[in-house]
């Protein structure tokens, strides 16, 4: 029976009073050591706006406000913000039991994919899962990429002619990477490699993921802070449908090549009961996972590179050297060799120094019980159990001056010695830095796709340097900033795409 309305506004009053209460008041009281906290103006909401729309501009302001270590209200949360890269190791390695990442890991998931799985224990599931994609599984992988990656960039027949072809640089990276990794992982039509026909369905499936997944990547970071709109919320519903079908158990199982990742993978959520309409919906949360960062990183390898001729060259002077001049076409056996992809040390610094100004990952944790954190420089302060702490490594190591002189530049010899070996050494306040660049995070966040992520992209890039000729459609147009809402999730993409014409060095 529906409540007389003057009852139900007082005890809706008294909910909002309890909870304002609970969120001012109870910060009132401090305990010892405490970071200081920060509420923001907006009741309730805090500072959930600002962090939503630019999470590095006011985390700059805050640590100019704070320093390197201080607590935020957002949205009835507290998140106390970590940001000394020599103290990331005091974090990154404490046990789940103290800072626990499953519990947000589970929130995320839950609303960005719809999905809840029982019995869920990412960081268990996260160590099993690692072998597969390293170590002796990661030359089956890297070679089942070259071979995916040939057959999207250069069997096209929409690729093949020497006209000059345009197209943005952004939507040409993310597409090829997520096609080629999506069939690296998840099989091929069939096992033959050779028939043009069953090739060419492997084109045209692997172009109709993308297109979902494309439309899905838009959603999520607004589905992630629960801000969708009832109209956003059923259109992500209908892209995710549609992954669901496109991605259903019968189907995969009709796939040959599937990597020993998704096979594992597959036979876990068996073995811990998840019934095959739940299990599509994990694979789509797999596939966001594991494709989500590499198109994105090439997009801007491949920007700094066109805007940069020097860095270009040398570039291409490495790729003549270690193919020994008989790059075309490339040697598949040298393409897919470990030896030979590590060899690449200019094309490593460009890379890393790419990660260094694009890649924006949160670190975070929750904090489940009342606990001690001390820094490197001996302070101790206290943490709040029920706050989530989070490190923002863009801001520091990679983005700050006192470790990178000039940190807005690209300069792609920044990972490179005199003699052209790689550069480790990093300080902040005269102490070497064990944590200089963490694109990948650190500690049991780590990825771990990395090492087939990094042969991965050398192999795009070799390919698209090697067989096509490329340029910017307007060399003046200034490198586009990125869209601002997706800090924490990993790449940064950019706020609009950039046109190139490119076309195939012969017929
Ligand atoms: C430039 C490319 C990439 C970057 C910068 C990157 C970065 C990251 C980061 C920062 C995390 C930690 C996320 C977290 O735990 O909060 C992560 C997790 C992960 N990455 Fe990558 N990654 C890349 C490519 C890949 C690729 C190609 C694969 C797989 C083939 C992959 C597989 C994974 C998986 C499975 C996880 C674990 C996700 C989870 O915790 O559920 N990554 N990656």
Redesign the pocket.
């Known amino acids: 029976m529906p409540l007389p309305a003057i009852p139900t506004a007082l005890a809706a009053a008294s909910v909002g009073a309890f909870l304002i209460y609970m969120v001012f008041f109870r910060r009132a009281k401090r305990f010892p050591n405490e970071p200081p906290v920060d509420m923001g103006m907006i009741p309730w909401l805090g500072h959930a706006l600002a962090f939503g729309k630019d999470a590095a501009t006011f985390l700059t302001k805050m640590k100019a406000k704070h320093g390197d270590i201080f607590t935020v209200h957002v949205a009835g949360k507290y998140v106390t913000v970590l940001l000394d890269p020599h103290s990331y190791d005091a974090v990154v390695w404490e046990s789940c039991g103290k800072l626990d990442?499953n519990e947000y890991?589970k929130i995320l998931m839950k609303r960005m994919f719809a999905v809840q799985l029982p019995n869920y224990d990412?960081a268990t599931e996260?160590a099993m899962?690692k072998v597969h994609?390293q170590n002796k599984n990661l030359p089956a992988l890297t070679k089942s990429m070259f071979s995916n990656l040939k057959n999207i960039l250069i069997e096209d027949p929409e690729r093949k002619h020497s006209t000059w072809k345009e197209e943005g640089l952004f939507q040409l990276s993310y597409s090829v990477m997520v096609r080629a990794?999506f069939l690296t992982?998840f099989g091929n039509d069939s096992a033959d490699c050779n028939d043009p026909k069953l090739r060419a369905q492997d084109r045209q499936f692997s172009a109709d993921i993308y297109k979902h997944f494309q439309q899905l990547d838009q959603f999520l970071m607004k589905a992630a802070r629960a801000m969708l709109s009832a109209e956003e919320t059923n259109d992500l519903d209908s892209v995710r449908k549609s992954l669901w079908g496109l991605l259903s158990i019968n189907k995969l199982n009709l796939t040959a090549n599937r990597s020993s990742w998704l096979e594992t993978y597959l036979k876990h959520l068996e073995s811990v009961g998840v019934e095959e309409d739940l299990q599509a919906k994990a694979v789509v949360v797999?596939l966001w996972?594991?494709q989500g960062?590499?198109g994105p990183?090439c997009f801007w390898l491949l920007l700094f590179l066109l805007k940069n001729p020097k860095a270009m060259a040398a570039v291409e002077k490495e790729l003549q050297e270690i193919f020994k001049n008989k790059a075309r076409p490339l040697d598949e056996k040298e393409a897919t060799c470990q030896e030979v992809l590590d060899s690449a040390h200019v094309f490593d610094s460009v890379f890393y120094e790419t990660?260094r100004l694009t890649?924006a990952?949160f670190?975070t944790r929750e904090v489940l019980k009342d606990m001690p954190l001390r820094l490197a420089n001996e302070k101790e302060y206290t943490l709040r159990k029920g706050d989530r702490l989070c490190l923002f490594p863009y801001l520091s190591p990679q983005m700050d001056p006192e470790i990178y002189e000039d940190p807005e530049k690209f300069e792609y010899d920044r990972f490179l010695k005199a003699d052209g070996s790689k550069k480790t050494e990093f300080f902040k306040g005269g102490k070497k830095l064990k944590h200089y660049n963490m694109?990948?995070?650190a500690g049991s966040?780590?990825?771990?796709?990395?090492f087939?992520?990094i042969n991965?992209?050398k192999q795009f890039v070799f390919i698209l340097l090697t067989y096509f000729e490329l340029e910017l459609k307007a060399p003046r147009q200034k490198i586009p900033s990125f869209d601002n809402s997706r800090y924490g999730f990993?790449?940064m993409q950019p706020a609009y795409d950039i046109t190139i014409r490119y076309r195939a060095k012969h017929s």
């Open positions: 990442f890991a990412p996260k899962m994609l990794g992982l797999q996972a594991t960062n590499a990183a990660l890649a990952p670190i694109p990948w995070g966040n780590e990825c771990i796709g990395r087939f992520a991965s992209i990993g790449i």
